[in-house]
């Protein structure tokens, strides 16, 4: 599941690039009207600096958020059978959810709705809303589908074992469908399903997470705006953080073997700082108002916000508040609402800025 993963992480990846190193020969003709407004803020001399430092800060503040749930085994408090682990991780949930709602369908409503872009069709149809409402239902159709092939591939790992001139014996393989769990031992189907679940999420998760990263990142390296910047950079340091720390709880709860948390960590770490790098070395080309960035950037964020709201709402919040622990306990449920909403909160706040 994790091979996956990051195999569309990279094709994702493969696409922006053409996109953006082929943006050129479509952005060199821009209205008077839709080109890059310049102030006393723009500096192309300092604002190198600022990204060179953003690139750093930002990677650091990614690793430290999407592993710092990896080692919670080691912190009694913090394991993930502990009532904190559920507070802290539905506060995480709140902020992919913020991020979604006020970060990323926000900006794709501009840049579709931009008067940089053709009166037909770009403002006679809400495409932001319609690709957003396809991404989810794609979310829905991959989260089901990956759900069904894991499902049956633990299904079938029953292999009919024949020796001492006995037949019939049949072993039941669902070492690698269920991973350790701590309590009451749970039956294996409901554990292989359980686990199941939590590494289809994990990688759909991810999935939405790159793709909204490298965009904010390309446009954090596109601009010269030292005063927009700085800003940016806090916002976006907050935001990798606590973000990484929902994923990271997902992969912890996934039970993936090293290799493959390495992988993931590795993937959401360095996209955002990926993508400013690859704004400062297009920053000459890229123009942010040009109708091919405008449509390219927007119809992305679109269909990440898609994906992050689904995936906050239903794989993230629902299945958390819908599940026997939080169902049995009503202090628990009220502690993970005020946390839900502190997360999603405090990323709504950083909208002021980023």
Known sequence: MASSSCLLVKLFSIFLIIVCVFAPQAVSVVPEECRTETDGCTNKEKALPLKVIAIFSILISSVIGVCSPLFTRSIPALHPDRDLFTIVKCFAAGIILATG??????????????????????????????????????????????????????NNEVIPEVGGGQSGTVVV?????????????????????????????????????????????LSLGASNNTCTIKGLVAALCFHQMFEGMGLGGCILQAEYKALKKCIMVFFFSVTTPFGVALGIALSKTYK??????????????????????????????????????????????????????????GMSLMAKWA
């Not at 409901?190 to 991810?206: D, F, G, H, K, P």
């Open 101 to 154: 709602f006020m970060h990323v369908l926000p900006d794709s409503f501009d840049m579709l709705s931009s008067r940089c872009l053709k009166e037909n069709p770009w403002h006679k149809f809400p495409f932001t809303g319609f690709v957003a409402m396809l991404s989810a239902i794609v979310t829905l159709m991959v989260d089901s589908m990956a759900t069904a092939i894991y499902s049956k591939k633990c």
């Open 173 to 217: 393989n669902v070492a690698h469908c269920h991973g350790h769990h701590h309590g009451s031992k749970p039956e294996p189907g409901n554990a292989s399903q359980q686990l199941m679940r939590y590494r289809v999420v994990a990688m759909v998760l991810e999935l939405g997470i790159v793709v909204h990263s490298v965009v904010i990142g």
């Open 288 to 345: 942010e108002n040009s109708p091919t960035a405008l449509i390219t950037v927007g119809l992305l964020n679109a269909s990440s916000s898609g994906l992050l709201i689904y995936m906050a709402l239903v794989d993230l919040l629902s299945a958390e508040f819908m599940g026997p622990k939080l169902q049995d306990s009503i202090k628990l449920q009220v502690k993970s609402y005020v946390a839900v909403l502190l997360g999603a909160g």
